[in-house]
């Protein structure tokens, strides 16, 4: 059974560093999207990043942590991390790891996602 277990939560100050992992099993579809999303309540979830294993799409971040969170796919490890520096308090909440199978086409909806992982807590004081 596919599963997604994240990795690397915690507390942090503002300013700080968090590197989040997500890992799949490697024996998945060659054409899938992965992605972080997360939950500040009383915010619904809301997509951060994503990246497609294959085709031209590339990786993508929300604009509210452009510049400051990035996505990379190590498909050796079927790996993603979410590298989040310069946190902010407004960043706190709890982060998913998603997946879309089949695909070369990353999407902003939760329905568009099969698998999540159980999810991580961030969590950024001022």
């Known amino acids: 059974q596919v599963q997604l277990v994240e990795l690397g939560g915690g507390s942090v100050q503002a300013g700080g560093s968090l590197r989040l992992s997500c890992v799949t099993s490697?024996?998945?579809?060659?054409?899938?999207?992965l992605a972080w999303w997360r939950e500040r309540p009383p915010k619904e979830r809301a997509v951060v990043a994503y990246v497609p294993s294959v085709g031209e799409d590339r990786e993508w971040v929300e604009d509210s942590v452009r510049g400051r969170f990035a996505i990379t796919l190590d498909k050796s490890k079927s790996t993603i991390y979410l590298q989040m520096n310069n946190l902010k308090p407004e960043d706190t909440g709890m982060y998913y790891c998603a997946a879309d199978f089949d695909t070369a086409v990353c999407g902003r909806r939760a329905r568009e996602y099969v698998l999540w992982g159980q999810g991580t807590q961030v969590a950024v004081s001022s």
């Open positions: 490697p024996y998945i579809s060659k054409r899938y999207c």
